[in-house]
């Protein structure tokens, strides 16, 4: 046993002497530079200040199409992307953004709003962003009116056909769905 341990213990000094060559003088100096830098800004997320996170249209007409424009501006050291913008609905429709906005420039997006309803109506819109939350969100709000002169629609008759047949799944776990 004890010549296998010396054998092993020989073998791992050859190997481990044998490397001569030194491995500090492989590293290149301006890779160093560069990961430095890196390094130093691996914490300098760009900044969003928004000119405003809500706007509101007021009261507007049932059924009018309505916009405006948020501007940002990138605060940070770092270059600001925008990489989507989501709405709430498929009535609020943000385009024409600007995804990348250096540090101290500006950017802008467009929301159009087509009110639909009655009443008091506030929609939200997401930002995905590369700042530090990853997301910021605006929102848009407003007094939707019936329109006066809209005609008005008689309420439908309903009607029940006891000849119709509805067929429905026997299967266990499709209780109640109807399958025609």
């Known amino acids: 046993m004890k010549k296998v341990i010396l054998g092993l ?27 430095a830098k890196r390094d130093a800004n691996a914490g300098n997320f760009p900044v969003i200040a928004l000119d405003k996170t809500t706007h509101d249209f007021g009261t507007i007409m049932d059924g009018t199409p309505v916009e405006t424009v948020f501007n940002y501006t990138n605060t940070g050291n ?18 024409n953004w600007t995804k990348e906005v250096a540090p101290g420039e500006s950017g802008q997006f467009t929301v159009k709003f087509n ?19 990853g997301k910021e969100i605006v929102k848009i709000t407003a007094m939707v009116q019936k329109d006066p002169n809209a005609p008005v629609q008689a309420a439908g008759k309903a009607s029940i056909n006891p ?10 776990g499709h209780e109640g769905h109807n399958h025609d």
């Open 163 to 172: 000849l119709s047949t509805t067929k429905t799944s026997t299967q266990p």
């Open 78 to 95: 770092s270059m600001l992307v925008v990489s989507n913008i989501k709405s709430t609905c498929g009535c609020t429709v943000p385009n």
């Open 9 to 35: 213990s020989a073998l791992c000094m050859v190997v481990f002497t044998s490397c001569k060559e030194d491995a500090a003088s492989k590293v290149k100096t301006e890779n160093v530079a560069v990961a």
């Open 115 to 133: 009110g639909k309803g009655n009443g008091k109506v506030s929609k939200s819109l997401t930002m995905t962003t590369n700042t530090e939350k």
